[in-house]
């Protein structure tokens, strides 16, 4: 079993920053991607960023050149910077890491709980 916890989060006024971190832990042998996500309630959950094991970083448009993704395969974390935040940015982010197990082939995509993000105008 894999588990991801999530840490960061919470209230901020726009243009500040907040950040984000997602510890994997469990029966790991590799992680190929791992990222994050966000999600409106009652729409579908949308790419933030992603990074692969190779250093391949992917962000959406709407956050590039304000978020900044990093990870530390050493501690199995991914983080995610997010400067001059705006009011659109809020939403639920969820951590994501898509995880090769000890002893399995195949790679299987797990998700954090999810953290707030409120950005106030």
């Known amino acids: 079993q894999v588990q991801l916890v999530e840490s960061g989060g919470g209230l901020v006024q726009a243009g500040g920053s907040l950040r984000l971190s997602c510890a994997a832990s469990?029966?790991?042998?590799?992680?190929?991607?791992m990222g994050w996500y966000r999600q409106t309630p009652g729409k579908q959950r949308e790419l933030v960023a992603t990074?692969?094991?190779?250093?391949?970083?992917n962000y959406a448009d709407s956050v590039k050149g304000r978020f900044t993704i990093s990870r530390d395969d050493t501690k199995n974390t991914v983080s995610l910077q997010m400067d001059n935040l705006k009011p659109e940015d809020t939403d639920v982010y969820y951590c994501?890491?898509?995880?090769?197990?000890?002893?399995?082939?195949?790679?299987?995509?797990?998700w954090g709980q999810g953290t707030q993000v409120t950005v106030s105008s």
């Open positions: 994501y890491a898509a995880v090769q197990r000890s002893g399995y082939l195949s790679v299987l995509r797990y």
């Open positions: 990074v692969t094991s190779g250093g391949s970083i």
């Open positions: 469990g029966s790991i042998f590799s992680i190929d991607v």
